[in-house]
Every structure is written in structure tokens, then in C-alpha cells.
């Protein structure tokens, strides 16, 4: 069995940061997200506050992938 990571808020700092500057640096120019992009992106968001309120390092750390992976799908949508 795998053990839950514990929370560590630097650690959790630097996943935030980094997710978030990686979405800035790679969004493309012009970039408009469809309603339903809003709709989860708001989902994630509401999520990720929740995992930060109970301290669950486990639940951000996966947030913060789906977050990303989001992003990566609506700027390949945009850009192609």
C-alpha cells in the first residue's frame, strides 16, 4: 500500500507556481476557452481550494496534472 504524501506548503507552493506559470508561458495568443474548458477549469479550481483547506497534499498534487492537462488539450484545440 502506498503511503499519502503529508502536506508540505512549500512543496505545495511550488507545484501552484510552477502549473501556473507553465499555463501563462504556453498559452497562445488570443486564447478564449469554450464554455465547457470554463466549466471544468472552475471545477479544478473549486477542487484544488478544497485539497488546500484539508490539507490534502495528495488531491493537489493531482489537481494541479488535471489542471494542466486541461490547458494542454484547450491550447492544442485553439492552436490546430
Known sequence: METVPTWNEDEATRIAEAAEAWMREHQ???YTPTPEE?????IL?????????????C?????H?????????????FAG
Do not use: F
Open 45 to 57: 479550481h473549486s477542487r484544488r481550494q478544497e485539497a488546500g483547506r484539508m490539507r490534502d497534499m
Open 38 to 42: 470554463s466549466r471544468r477549469m472552475s
Open 59 to 63: 488531491a493537489w498534487q493531482m489537481i
Open 65 to 77: 496534472m488535471s489542471l494542466l492537462c486541461l490547458a494542454i488539450a484547450s491550447y492544442r484545440r
Open 28 to 30: 497562445p495568443p488570443g
